[in-house]
């Protein structure tokens, strides 16, 4: 199984980025997929995620109303659209995936996926 992350590159403070994550060797039909990130010096934190089954998506407070995940079944991608980004948001950004779908309780944990991509790197500047 690889999730290959790709979309990440520098922009200025306002500005927008699309993420991508492919999937392959098989899908996580009936768990879910999450967006997590890494700045230097600070722990991997959660972004977003989506639970197979579930109409809800789930964001991290300080992205809510600029992020956005979704998914493309035709292609196994998961996309992060991140817009009005701020110089806080520079990060290694990675994708995971899990083939169980995660409980509410820990879906924003880092121990609720099973498969991690390499990470992109977004870098906002002011």
């Known amino acids: 199984v690889q999730l290959q992350a790709s979309g990440g590159g520098s922009v200025q403070a306002g500005g927008s980025l699309r993420l991508s994550c492919a999937a392959s060797g098989r899908t996580f039909s009936s768990g879910g997929m999450a967006w997590f990130r890494q700045a230097p010096d600070k722990e991997r934190e959660f972004i977003a995620a989506m639970r197979w089954g579930d109409t809800n998506t789930y964001y991290r407070d300080s992205v809510k109303g600029r992020f956005t995940i979704s998914r493309d079944n035709a292609k196994s991608t998961v996309t992060l659209q991140m817009n009005s980004l701020k110089p806080e948001d520079t990060a290694l950004y990675y994708c995971?995936?899990?083939?169980?779908?995660?409980?509410?309780?820990?879906?924003?944990?880092?121990?609720?996926?099973?498969?991690w991509g390499q990470g992109t790197q977004v870098t906002v500047s002011s």
């Open positions: 995971a995936g899990s083939i169980n779908r995660p409980v509410l309780s820990n879906l924003r944990e880092r121990a609720a996926y099973n498969y």
